[in-house]
Nanobody, 119 residues
C-alpha cells in the first residue's frame, strides 16, 4: 500500500521560511517523479514544483520560482520543499504527489499539510 505523508506545515509570518517533507512508503521512490501541489480555499489545486525520478530536473510554477526549492533523497524515500520569502498568497494546503516515471498523471497523493502565512 502506497502512502505519502507530509509534515512541516504551520503558521509563519510573511517573509519567513518553512520546509516541508514528504515521506513515501510502499513504493520505490527512485522510479517515481514527485511533485508538490497546493490548494487554497475556494481555489483549484495548482502545481507548485516537481522533480524527476533521477533528481536531475526540476520545474516550478512561476509564482514560486526563486523562492521554493524541491529536492529528493531516494535512499531515504523522502522529498522536501524548502519555501523562502513566503507571502500571504502562499497560504494553502500543500500536497505531495507521485507518478510512475513513464506516466503523465500523478496517481498517488498525500493528505496534505496546512501552510498559513500571516501578513
Amino acid at each position: 500500500q502506497v502512502q505519502l505523508v507530509e509534515s512541516g506545515g504551520g503558521l509563519v509570518q510573511a517573509g519567513g521560511s518553512l520546509r516541508l517533507s514528504c515521506a513515501a512508503s510502499g513504493l520505490t521512490l527512485s522510479r517515481y517523479d514527485m511533485a508538490w501541489f497546493r490548494q487554497a480555499p475556494g481555489k483549484e489545486r495548482e502545481f507548485v514544483g516537481g522533480i524527476r525520478w533521477s533528481g536531475r530536473s526540476t520545474d516550478y510554477a512561476d509564482s514560486v520560482k526563486g523562492r521554493f526549492t524541491i529536492a529528493r533523497d531516494n535512499a531515504k524515500n523522502t522529498v522536501s520543499l524548502q519555501m523562502n520569502s513566503l507571502k500571504p498568497e502562499d497560504t494553502a494546503v500543500y500536497l505531495c504527489a507521485a507518478r510512475w516515471l513513464t506516466k503523465n498523471v500523478y496517481e498517488y497523493w498525500g493528505q496534505g499539510t496546512q501552510i498559513t502565512v500571516s501578513s
